[in-house]
């Protein structure tokens, strides 16, 4: 088993847990911890460090740094769908359905979004209730909202 190293982000929303190995990330998650310095990090972790920080100061909308996914088949094509959503828009569970091919699978994909351990690079806040609600984010709604408005604002200032 490949060693997994953890650094920690102090974002406007609190500490993100950043946890990976030598060759990538696979999991960005809020946790009730204080900055905690690691010793030893390889470079993937230092650069999703990096690539956090520019995407909460505006001067990043697409991750580039190397990922992977924990979970089911079905998980994993509804967290890759999660990356088609482009920055400060939002889709709705049922475009996630039927992006994946599960048209009738909204709780489903519901389920999997809610599962999704690679917080804000695979952008599950993104996704919305059909009837333009907030609905369900593992990091509370409000972190959701705030991450929501963040975007449309950083967007408007590029404009």
Same mark, same amino acid.
Request: net charge neutral; charged share 25%; with cysteine.
């Given at each position: 088993? &490949?060693?997994? /190293?953890?650094?920690? /982000? %102090? ?9 990976? +190995?030598?060759?990538?990330? #696979?999991?960005?998650? $809020? ?15 230092? &650069?999703?460090?990096?690539?956090? =920080? &520019? /995407? $909460? ?11 992977? #996914?924990?979970?089911? =088949? #079905?998980?994993?094509?509804? !967290? ?14 049922? =475009? ?20 999704? %351990? ?14 333009? +609600?907030?609905?369900? /984010?593992?990091?509370?709604? !409000?972190?959701?909202? !705030? ?5 449309? +604002?950083?967007?408007? =200032?590029?404009?």
């Amino acid at each position: 088993m &490949e060693k997994k /190293y953890k650094l920690y /982000y %102090k974002s406007p929303l609190g500490t993100l847990e950043i946890v990976g +190995t030598a060759q990538a990330i #696979f999991s960005i998650v $809020f946790v009730e911890k204080e900055n905690i310095v690691e010793d030893e990090v390889p470079p993937v972790l230092s &650069e999703c460090y990096n690539q956090l =920080d &520019e /995407y $909460f100061k505006g001067e990043r909308q697409e991750f580039t740094v190397p990922y992977y #996914f924990e979970g089911t =088949d #079905f998980q994993k094509r509804v !967290w890759g769908a999660l990356t088609d959503v482009p920055y400060a828009q939002t889709v709705s569970y049922k =475009d996630i359905a039927v992006a994946t091919g599960y048209d009738k699978a909204v709780r489903a994909v519901g389920s999997a979004n809610g599962k999704n %351990k690679l917080s804000i690079i695979v952008p599950c806040h993104r996704i919305i209730g059909s009837n333009g +609600t907030l609905t369900g /984010y593992a990091g509370g709604l !409000w972190r959701k909202e !705030w991450l929501l408005q963040h975007e449309q +604002t950083m967007k408007k =200032d590029k404009s």
